[in-house]
């Protein structure tokens, strides 16, 4: 079973819509990220969150809401979808506290491809 | 601000044969680390290599090596022995030491990399 899991995978919806895209990791991981992917821009971040009570704001943050309802979950939610919010959208998790402490690398979902009409 | 740079938007290797991609980066920091994230056709963004900015010592992973010069601040991913999988995306990401800003990783826009058989 994969890591770091989002659901779903594909989704199409329709401006003004409320939509709520969910990641899910068993890797014990306390620091949660959402990224968003446009093509020829490379990745940037919306929210991270380094526990459950500690959510952040990214560079890209406007329109977009998040929620940590526990270690292992992290939602990111489009208030009101606009057509320029389709792109990819990845989950990330690392812990500082595992082997990884020296890089505190970051683990991908499988992205979720969300397109705005 | 960090930047990332890859100046190689495409690239192209025959099968079993040597190929270098490139990326430079812009930082006053001394604590920060570089890595290299594969994205195939599948979506998935996977980690390939990482380098610590206080390693004087290139970073190896099997076939996959990289060419770490920090006073030119340049850190080029060599992949050996290309087989027809490694054909995807390279994203080279920066990402502060941990004091501060740790939690942000910057991408670069990626190199598509074909492999011809």
């Known amino acids: 079973d994969a890591d770091v899991t989002q659901t779903p995978r594909n989704r199409i919806t329709k401006t003004g819509k409320r939509i709520m895209l969910e990641c899910s990791q068993t890797?014990?991981?306390?620091?949660m990220y959402w990224y968003r992917q446009d093509p020829g821009l490379g990745l940037r971040l919306i929210y991270y969150s380094f526990d459950v009570k500690d959510i952040n704001k990214g560079e890209i943050s406007d329109g977009y809401s998040v929620s940590r309802q526990a270690q292992a979950k992290f939602s990111l939610s489009l208030e009101s979808a606009i057509p320029n919010q389709t792109a990819l959208y990845f989950c990330?998790?690392?812990?500082?506290?595992?082997?990884?402490?020296?890089?505190?690398?970051?683990?991908f979902g499988p992205g979720t491809r969300l397109t705005v009409l | 601000a960090q930047t990332v740079t890859q100046s190689q938007p495409e690239m192209s290797v025959q099968e079993a044969e040597t190929v270098t991609l490139s990326c430079t980066y812009d930082t006053s920091e001394s604590d920060y680390y570089l890595f290299w994230y594969k994205q195939p056709p599948s979506r998935q963004m996977i980690l390939v290599i990482r380098?610590?900015?206080?390693?004087?010592q290139n970073a190896t992973e099997n076939r996959f090596s990289v060419n770490f010069q920090k006073a030119a601040k340049s850190f080029s991913l060599k992949i050996s022995d290309s087989q027809l999988g490694d054909a995807a995306m390279y994203f080279c990401?920066?990402?502060?030491?941990?004091?501060?800003?740790?939690?942000?990783?910057?991408f670069g826009k990626g190199t598509k990399l074909t492999v011809n058989p």
């Open positions: 380098q610590e900015a206080y390693k004087q």
């Open positions: 990330a998790t690392s812990d500082p506290g595992l082997a990884d402490y020296s890089t505190d690398t970051q683990y």
């Open positions: 890797k014990g991981h306390d620091r």
């Open positions: 990401a920066y990402r502060r030491g941990a004091q501060g800003g740790s939690e942000k990783l910057v």
